[in-house]
């Protein structure tokens, strides 16, 4: 029968919380580390690292999320892998992620001034070296604020993972929604779950925003 | 002569796309010699010394670096790279790094020098640059005179057997060029290699072994400064002479 919205089903949307959470940190963490290399490949002075760094970026900024997802949920399945959401989702939205980032970051590495490269080389400091040293921890501190606003919108875009079968909070939603037919506040309550994880991670990228420009004006 | 001259370059031709920068470019610098080259803006002087660590590639010609042809390969670039010091107009410090940072990381990274070697080098060479007190100071603490005497110290610091300098003294406030000044010619009186890009013609005067004007990517004229100032050969040299020294 019918229930009302209650302790019970705020209860169970709040548990697929820590969904959400697990597979925004996954595709996070994994599209940090991916993101990383397509950025040095991208901005590579190697012709065959930087053309599949610009073809990855384009592929999945020219397509929209949920068609990534579907093909690497259907993807998988062809090349014999059982069907799981969760790795699906894992898989797609880490991809995603090392693209996005990748593309940030170059942006953020090419936006180190063209004279820190020529020091460095003029050094001799060969090409690990001048990354770790000089490049990156540069680059690293422009690249803060768009990074974290890139995490929003990880975070709100995990809610397509719905659409697969991925229990996070908006499917968790519209389970409670099909028990209890009260949408608006079923769905009200899922926005301001991600209203909650989202406003101090935009707080958090505005101030490091400021910040950066303070000290670029200093 | 009879050494080997620490830098050789033979017929080297640059072009960036359709636009000749270089032409036939063919100049020694041997060891102990201090070169001053100067002439218009655009005529391609900062593009010669660039060549010299391949910060820019050429398209035809040869260039030799300390025995070592230039035109060999990535390892050889960067074995140049590390005899070569570089001075530049926009001193180009690593803003993240303290300047004793600045000084220490080429010595440890490239030739492996422990941190205390490295620090104690370091701070001869601020010493000598006449800033130790500046040791733990960011690049955007100090002044520009400041900044680029720490530039010269960073160059230092990996002994390099050549210094260029490209500028050094036109991004700074007038009252600072002397002490950068000061601190090349203490440099160079101690027997430095250096090939200088500059417009400071006293500086030419009193330091410069030979002079080199350029124009339109070429040499036009070599003199030794005596020479060079009271009585250039070429109508060139005369005319951007006479601008120059008003
Ligand atoms: N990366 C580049 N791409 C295209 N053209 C360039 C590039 N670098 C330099 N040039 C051109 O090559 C010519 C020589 O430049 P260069 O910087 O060597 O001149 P310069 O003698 O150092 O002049 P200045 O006194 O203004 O520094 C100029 O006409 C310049 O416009
Ligand atoms: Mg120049």
């Excluded at chain 1, 002075?45 to 599949?52: E, K, Q, T, V």
């Excluded at chain 1, 890139?150 to 409670?176: C, N, P, W």
């Excluded at chain 2, 060999?72 to 993240?96: A, S, W």
Aim: glycine share 6%.
């Amino acid at each position: 029968m019918f229930r009302t919205f209650g302790f019970e089903e705020f209860w169970f949307i709040l548990l697929a919380l820590r969904w959400t959470i697990a597979l925004t940190a996954i595709a996070f963490a994994g599209g940090m580390v991916g993101g990383l290399v397509v950025a040095l490949a991208r901005t590579s002075a190697l012709p065959m690292l930087r053309y599949p760094a610009v073809a990855l970026i384009r592929v999945f900024q020219g397509t929209p999320l949920l068609m990534q997802l579907f093909l690497v949920f259907f993807g998988l399945n062809l090349f014999g892998f059982k069907i799981d959401p969760w790795f699906a989702a894992a898989a797609a939205f880490t991809l995603h992620a090392s693209a996005f980032l990748g593309e940030i970051w170059r942006g953020c590495i090419e936006a180190v001034p063209r004279g820190q490269f020529e020091a460095s080389w003029a050094l001799g400091l060969g090409y690990k070296d001048r990354n770790v040293s000089v490049i990156l921890p540069q680059a690293a501190r422009i690249a803060v604020a768009p990074t974290v606003g890139f995490l929003v919108q990880l975070l709100k875009g995990t809610s397509l993972a719905s659409i697969i079968g991925f229990i996070e909070i908006t499917r968790a939603g519209q389970v409670v929604n099909n028990m209890t037919f009260q949408p608006m506040v079923v769905f009200s309550v899922v926005a301001a779950m991600y209203f909650a994880l989202c406003w101090p991670l935009s707080l958090f990228a505005k101030r490091m925003e400021r910040q950066f420009s303070k000290a670029l004006a200093r | 002569m009879t050494a080997d001259p620490i830098v050789r370059m033979v017929n080297v031709e640059k072009w960036f796309g359709e636009f000749q920068a270089l032409r036939n470019i063919s100049l020694d610098v041997h060891k102990g010699e201090k070169i001053v080259l100067c002439g218009p803006s655009g005529s391609g002087k900062s593009t010669l010394i660039r060549c010299i660590n391949q910060l820019e590639k050429i398209e035809q010609g040869k260039i030799r670096v300390n025995g070592i042809e230039l035109t060999e390969g990535k390892q050889n670039v960067e074995t140049i790279r590390q005899e070569v010091g570089m001075v530049f107009q926009q001193f180009n410090l690593f803003p993240h790094l303290t300047v004793l940072e600045n000084c220490m990381l080429a010595p440890t990274k490239v030739r492996k020098a422990s941190k205390a070697d490295a620090a104690a080098t370091a701070m001869r060479f601020l010493e000598r640059v006449k800033i130790p007190e500046q040791a733990e100071k960011y690049p955007a603490q100090l002044s520009g005179g400041q900044q680029q005497r720490v530039a010269i110290a960073r160059a230092l610091c990996m002994s390099p057997k050549i210094m260029l300098f490209d500028e050094p003294t036109s991004a700074l406030d007038p009252e600072m060029v002397n002490e950068v000044l000061d601190t090349m010619t203490d440099l160079a009186q101690e027997g430095m290699t250096m090939v200088v890009v500059t417009h400071e013609m006293g500086f030419a005067r009193k330091v410069a072994d030979r002079v080199i004007f350029m124009d339109r990517g070429e040499i036009v004229e070599t003199a030794d400064p005596e020479t060079f100032f009271t009585s250039p050969q070429q109508e060139r040299t005369k005319t951007f002479l006479g601008q120059v020294m008003h």
